[in-house]
């Protein structure tokens, strides 16, 4: 079974009046996702969904002219060579590492796609896993920087839908961020997890003060407090306090970037995005690298339910899995535009899908209500 064509298809939505999210990396003006498409020439056509990292344009670009013309022709079962491939002649070689981990991502999970249609089987039993529930965190573009009372009223909202664990964005000012963590503890009780993201806004002095509120609150995490490639900071901020573990992956490419993380011995926890980090292909090999050390895998995912289907059934199927992100943006049309991927249940679970790979019915006419938004997707309030 051969590969015959790949497309990326750009999809963009602007946020709505009083939709907007404030957090670490700037307020939300519009949210951009690439589908990408990979067909064979036996008729099976697989779905993948590769991060926009806030170009769409140019990833788009980047599978059209570069990937595609390497891989058409390719086994499309052979996941491991067509990674290989891109790998060797494109990501690692060309100056736009990072761009090509993206596109890379949402081809691999397009390919697994098409395994799991082929072999007539769910992606999570294909990899080795079961059907089996899933903890999650209320998680996406939400529970961003508003007044303490807010905050808290939003995560109890999550919490009365079944939700057992909430990550609130920080990254804000110090004293407004233990304010927040404090005000939402309060609320919430002692049963509930609390994350935290500063979307790498912090510096090393701000985790100084906020990390013992964080541990006296009992956070479950600090994600991202600074930029992917800090290591030094995130060495140091590891050393700080035993109690709250330091989280970080959304923004690593790549096992070699996680063997960096692990050289750093900074990082408790995570993160890697299946449709950023390298596709599951590479998740496999992250997950598998993190278990010899005891490090959970607490998947970062992103707009569509594609990549929300691919997590559920990754984790289905890695012995090291901790939370699904759940996506409970205040708006986001991409999260439900084939359907609804997951339900939380009362136990905070919840399960992948059953459907032959990722088990999702792509709807194609839906695109065309979604014309690629150019410009920024963030602003930043100063
Ligand atoms: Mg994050």
């Known amino acids: 079974m051969k590969i015959t064509r790949i ?9 709505p009046e009083g939709k907007t999210v404030t ?4 307020s939300t003006l519009k949210r951009d996702c690439i589908i990408i498409r990979v067909e064979t020439d036996e008729g099976i056509t697989g779905y993948g969904e590769a991060h926009p990292g806030r170009s769409p344009g140019a990833i788009t670009a980047l599978v059209h002219n570069t990937l595609q013309p390497l891989l058409v022709g390719m086994n499309a079962t052979d996941v491991v060579g067509a990674w290989q491939r891109v790998h060797r002649m494109q990501l690692s070689s ?7 981990c993206l596109a890379l991502s949402g081809i691999d999970m397009a390919l697994w796609d098409i395994r799991g249609k082929a072999a007539k089987m769910p992606l999570y039993e294909l990899l080795g896993g079961s059907h089996r529930r899933i903890p999650a965190y209320a998680g996406g573009i939400a529970l961003g920087y508003q007044p303490a009372e807010s905050m808290a ?17 920080i990254g804000d000012t110090v004293k407004n961020d233990i304010a927040r963590v404090r005000k939402v503890r309060e609320v919430l009780g002692d049963d509930i ?29 600090l994600e991202e407090p600074f930029a992917c490639n800090d290591f030094a900071s995130y060495r140091e ?17 790549t096992r070699f970037e996680f063997g960096q993380m692990l050289d750093a011995a900074a990082v408790q926890v995570w993160q890697p995005d299946l449709s950023k980090s390298g596709g599951i292909t590479e998740g496999v090999r992250i997950a598998a690298m993190a278990s010899a050390f005891r490090i959970p895998v607490h998947a970062h995912s992103s707009a569509t339910g594609l990549n929300h289907a691919a997590t559920l059934h990754f984790l289905a199927a890695t012995e090291n899995a901790g939370y699904f ?25 919840v399960e992948p899908p059953k459907g032959h790979g990722l088990g999702i019915e792509v709807d194609e006419s839906i695109f065309e209500k979604y014309p690629m938004v150019d410009g920024p997707g963030y602003v930043v309030k100063f």
């Open 7 to 15: 497309t990326a298809v750009p999809l963009s939505y602007r946020l």
């Open 23 to 26: 957090m670490g990396i700037g």
């Open 94 to 100: 060309h100056g736009l590492g990072a761009g090509t």
């Open 153 to 169: 009223e939003e995560a109890q909202s999550y919490v009365e839908q079944g939700y057992k664990a909430v990550k609130l964005r």
């Open 193 to 221: 997890d609390i994350l935290t993201d500063a979307n790498t806004a912090y510096t090393i002095a701000d985790v100084r003060r906020v990390l013992p509120a964080l541990a006296d609150i009992q956070a479950g995490w």
């Open 237 to 253: 901020a590891a050393k700080i306090t035993p109690l709250v573990p330091i989280a970080a992956g959304e923004n690593h490419f």
């Open 325 to 349: 992100e759940a996506c409970v943006s205040k708006f986001n049309p991409f999260r439900d535009m084939f359907g609804s991927t997951f339900a939380i249940g009362a136990d905070g679970c």
